[in-house]
């Protein structure tokens, strides 16, 4: 696993923003997470060390853009050369989330098609009011790879009129940091129970700092957070008739 973060710096656009861990951390180094900056590691998937091999190992996934947002509109001069990187790195899956699926269309490049086969983009939805909007331009855009991202999750989201062959995970965790909002484990465990009908993996990432389960409130230490999740043990893999691209049977 690798990270690429071609620009550094966000906009708030959502509730799922209010939050932003991104904010959290430049303040903490007395940045303004809302300035968009080309960060010098930007051709990192092409560098190679002395010897000649690439930094980046083939066959890594390549966390993209995780302290912004591909798609983000202050980007725009950047995000061409940004795509020359990968595709220059067909051996690297890049994955990226993001909450600009609306901009897709206009940001892909010409060659783009169907989508490129290293690119997996992961929309993020917090509460059904943004699952209402960002859904079905998810799935109706040209993504070889698509996946759901229900962090934070802020309320009981429906996602059943989404699910299908094409979405080939849910993951969803709750809110972590100071002033963390709500996380109830009810809402976590509808959205299992939703993609174990529409046979579509899931994972539960993270409780978040402040979960409730069967009515009692804990505050859980942020290192513990994705232990606990796991040990729910709720986790589901994609069943083998959709992994390779078939039917499947209730």
Known sequence: ??????????????????????????RQHGRDASQTIRNKDFDLPLRRD?????????????????TSDFF?????????????????RPDLLFFMATKRIDRLEQ???????EGYENVHICCTVENQDRAAYRLPIFLAA??????????????AVELTP?????????AAGGESGPGARLCDYDWILSLQ?????????????????????????YRIPRKHQHSQARKAGIDLARPQAFAAGGQHES
């Open 1 to 26: 696993m690798a990270a690429w973060n071609p620009w550094h710096g966000c906009q708030k656009i959502s509730a799922g923003c209010e939050n932003c861990y991104v904010y959290r951390m430049d």
């Open 50 to 66: 002395r010897k000649g091999n690439f930094k980046l190992l083939p066959g890594e996934t390549v966390y993209t853009c995780f």
């Open 72 to 88: 983000l509109e202050q980007a725009d001069p950047w995000r061409e050369e940004a795509w020359e990187c990968i595709r220059g």
């Open 107 to 113: 940001c892909v490049p010409a060659d783009w098609g």
């Open 142 to 155: 040209p993504i070889r790879h698509k996946s759901i991202l229900c962090e934070p999750l802020l309320e």
């Open 162 to 170: 989404w699910l299908n062959e094409n979405i080939e995970e849910v």
């Open 193 to 217: 129970k939703q993609c174990k009908a529409a046979g579509t993996a899931f994972c539960f990432r993270q409780t978040g700092a402040l979960f409730r389960r069967n009515g009692r409130l």
